[in-house]
RNA sequence: GCCCUAGUAGCUCAGCAGGAUAGAGCAACGGUUUCCUAAACCGUAGGUCGGACGUUCGAGUCGUCUCUGGGGCACCA
């Protein structure tokens, strides 16, 4: 569709420009889409141009769409004004077959592009506690890190996914005491646990413990103090249990298809920041108090006083991301780095990205914080005191059984063949769509019934229309004799919802574009909803195989095949895997 | 107290660098299956876009103020 704008702006321009005998830069020519497609395919507003011309909008559209009627190059399409608005309607028929060949010559490559070609980008994401299972919380982050992956993957940039997994620190320590006075030595394997989960319940139990124990927190720090002594058998124990906790995480990795180019763990990098810090000393950067903790003053930049090392000399979450980020850049020089993290960290990345520029960092300024929102629940927040944290393995069951039923009722198992393995899909695809379908900055209410559901601006629905696309050309494989000699003719495809429906797939690479852009998915799954829902609309209505004449049934299955194309290359982008059958 | 965010239909969300009559989905009610998968499709109902002022030919969109919710301002991460 861009193509066509382009060459809309500039018509419009050179009309503009004779009209009225000033330069205008293209920028200034806006192009809008009609709010009803009877109107036309694209929208030029007259209003900005007034002032030059000393006349109404009205009488400028008019006078523009004269001029352009003479002009070549436009005669092919209509050219209508309704009052201010001079409005395009596209020649339908070049339109039509330029858009369908050119997806079915890329065939995966339809809306990949080269905007991003070559550019390093490092992408943060995920992030676990080595302390408990993965929540909701990490669900959405995982999500948005591997579509943003492909997204920015799919329009040429190189992508580096790495993840920074928190495996040291007083709440690990907290873990580990409770299992030293409760466990028994119990494992995973004797408990039939998930390893994460068996962690996870001893912090659980560490947090009772305290209540009444006040000995507990202080246990907890001096373990925490022997650990970074080195003690053996602290290290010993901390090794067994982080193992159990990251294989457990890595498992629930495993099913939500989220993988890593490189993984940091804290208990290595996090010694790295307090060289910089020191240097920064030096430099000046910084100040030591009297009780020799280090401080940088951003007040000036509305940020405040930071700490960066404290008193007794260790570092601190600060100081580590400082290290992080400089090693980061030395292992792979990027062009651009990327946090996927909470927006409640919002002020913590402003102090590290300002405090890597004042120490004279020069790519400090292409770090960004990517904030998403909270995700929380119906009642409110998830609080892991009150246990309403929704646990991420728990989540993902829960769907897959409910998509297995779902099947089951609907007497489709036969057809889905492996019955898990397509409900884990299914299961899949519905939690992805579910966590990208808001915008990435705002908060989102995440309700248990809703998410579960598979019907309307879901996952399945995607799932469901591209499995019928693909019964349907199975269908006419099948019977292809019966059509032989049909022939693709794009001036058959006369309704207004397969001119919809050219529209929209001729769009969908912009919507990739812009996704990159802003960084947002949801304008992914926008995209992709409004074409399925489009092709319900006119294939309930219109048959695509049932037809006498050959030639309509060929050119009706062409348009189909361009659109399973278009809506299998956006699925994969959003993480909803494509279904053949379900 | 200071800073950052958000407020659109009963609920969950869109609304693309201000533009034509503000859109979906869910829930509600009513309809469609001898017909390519009813996880679908169609229809009805539901809104003074939190409020006020301002900028503009034009504001859900920009600015200021205000109300409400969320987050942040630790030698936690």
Redesign the pocket.
Known sequence: MNRYKQIWRELIRGAVEEESGKKLDP?DV?I?????AE??DL?F?M??Y?PHLKTS?KDIARRVAERLRRNDSAASAGIET????L?IHLDRLSVTSDVIAEILKSVELYGRGESLKGQRIVLEFSCP?TNKPLHLGHLRNDALGMSIERILSSLGAQVLKVNLI?DR???ICKSMVAYQHFGDGITPEELKQKGDHLVGDFYVRFAEWAKENPNAEELARQMLKSWEQEDPKVRELWERMNRWAIEGIEETYKKTGVRFDKIYL?SQTYLLGRKIVEAGLEKGVFYK?S?A?VWIDLSAE?L?KK?LL???GT????T?DLGTAVQRYQDWPFERMIYIVG??????FQVLFKVLELLGFHWAENLYHLAY??VNL?EG?MKSREGTVVDADELIEDLERL?AK??FE?D?QA??GDLRL?AEK?ALGALNYYLL???P?????F?PK?SL??????G??LQ??G??I???LR?FNERKLEFQGGVFKPELLTLPDEWLIVKQMASYPESVF?AARELNP??VT?AL?EL??TF??Y????????NEDPDLVVSRITLTQALRQVLANGMDLIGVPF?D??
């Open positions: 920028a806006i809008e889409i009609p709010p009803r109107l036309g929208a507003p209003f900005p007034a909008p309704r009052g201010p608005y409005n506690n928190n620190g007083v709440h804290e108090e009780d903790s509305k405040d700490v404290r008193s007794d570092s601190l979450y600060l580590q927006n409640e960290q919002r002020y913590h929102g909270m119906p927040k998509a779902e099947t609907k489709r057809e889905a397509t299914i379908q808001p915008s900055l705002k908060d989102m209410i309700d809703e559901s598979f019907s309307g601006s879901t399945p629905y469901y229309t499995a019928r693909s019964s349907m269908k812009q949801s304008i926008a909803f399925a829902q319900s609309h294939y309930h209505d219109n048959p695509v195989l049932h279904l059958r379900m």
